[in-house]
């Protein structure tokens, strides 16, 4: 893809300035320090003009009061962020073609949609459904009964297990295991027995999983991941829980069995939330917190055991000054130990002289 000025300022519903001969042409998008003559940019703050008059680009969106910068091409927009976003789709890599690859193993059985492109060594098990315009990596193994609607990208090497359901227009990144074994357990005594997961997953429609997650299948039930849910690179979900609507979960972070996370929550990175615990609409859980017990919603906490931000920086500032209270408390405990030294010898040279007749 590569835009001239016209088409640019076209593609932003923008009215172009009249340009004669203009040599511009855009083929890619980057940051201001990387960027390249061929290259779009964004700018959002005034403290990034010394940023924008350094770089290379072809152009830069900033917003309508960005300071002018002599030499340089700027595209007044509203939200610059947006408009760049919107426009490097444009110069995304083009989707593999419609077609089975001829190393593929597609059952007889399988129902595969139109215009559906399936990778090389994908293997789709029988009783499975593809949508419409959907595309199976290479290596990917779609297991029995499994649905996939429309649009979805499945990319390389992922596994989607035990009849689990994703809606339209899902992404899963290369690694990520969908409908695995929930780690389930009881100990009979003398060892740990399996219990049988005989449950599934469904994910709803606009989700994103990045690669190497694992979102394990109920024991009984669902496991469900509802619409517009982010999920990051190296999550897991296990057995029975519900994770809500357009949820967001960084890396790293684990949601225990049978716990839910309420519509619009934010999960940090490395995040532990032990089962059967709610995490309230709209909460916001700080990095490498424990979660132990129900977050109301709206709230923000941080720390383990997760409580109330407010409370846990607090005694995060506390326990800077221990070092300076410990040293005060020993310089106490001398002075203590000098006074009372004094004390016992006052009181010794205060004794009663020896009178007559007591030599």
């Known amino acids: 893809m590569v835009l001239d000025r016209s088409q640019l300022y076209a593609r932003l519903g ?5 340009f004669a001969a203009d040599p511009l042409r855009i083929s890619g998008v980057s940051t201001l320090a990387l960027a390249s003559g061929a290259d779009l940019c964004f ?7 010394e940023a924008v008059a350094a770089t290379d680009a072809g152009a830069v969106l900033v917003p309508p009061d960005f300071p002018e910068t002599p030499g340089r091409l700027l595209i007044r927009t509203p939200n610059p962020r947006r408009a760049f976003f919107e426009l490097a789709t444009a110069f995304a890599p083009a989707p593999e073609p419609p077609g089975i690859h001829a190393s593929a193993v597609v059952d007889r059985e399988a129902v595969i949609g139109a215009e559906v492109a399936v990778g090389a060594c994908a293997v789709i098990a029988a009783g499975a459904r593809i949508g419409d315009r959907t595309r199976i990596g290479a290596g990917c193994f779609i297991g029995r009964d499994v649905s996939i609607g429309a649009d979805c990208v499945i990319e390389a090497n992922v596994t989607i297990l035990n009849a689990s359901q994703l809606g339209e227009r899902c992404i899963i990144h290369p690694g990520t295991v969908i409908g695995g074994d929930g780690f389930g357990f009881h100990w009979d005594g003398q060892r740990h027995s399996k219990i049988p997961q005989l449950g599934r997953v469904v994910i709803e429609a606009d989700v994103e999983i990045g690669c190497n997650c694992c979102v394990d299948c109920a024991t009984l039930g669902i496991t469900r991941v509802r619409r517009g849910t982010k999920i990051d690179n190296l999550v897991q979900v296990a057995h029975n829980t519900d994770i809500g609507e357009h949820v967001i979960l960084v890396s790293q972070a684990g949601v225990a069995g049978s716990s839910r996370v309420g519509t619009g929550a934010v999960i940090a990175g490395q995040v532990a939330i032990s089962d059967h615990v709610s995490v309230g609409a709209g909460a916001r859980v700080g990095g490498q917190s424990g979660v132990t017990k129900d977050v109301p919603a709206g709230a923000t906490v941080f720390g ?6 407010k409370d846990t920086l607090r005694e995060l500032a506390a326990l800077t000054q221990l070092p300076e209270l410990l040293k005060q408390i020993r310089r106490q405990e001398r002075e203590l130990d000098a006074l009372r030294e004094r004390l016992e010898a006052l009181e010794g040279t205060s004794s009663p002289a020896s009178g007559p007749g007591n030599d």
Do not use: F, K, N, S
């Open 14 to 18: 923008l009215a172009p300035p009249d």
């Open 43 to 49: 700018a959002e703050r005034a403290d990034q003009a």
């Open 304 to 309: 383990t055991p997760a409580r109330p931000m």
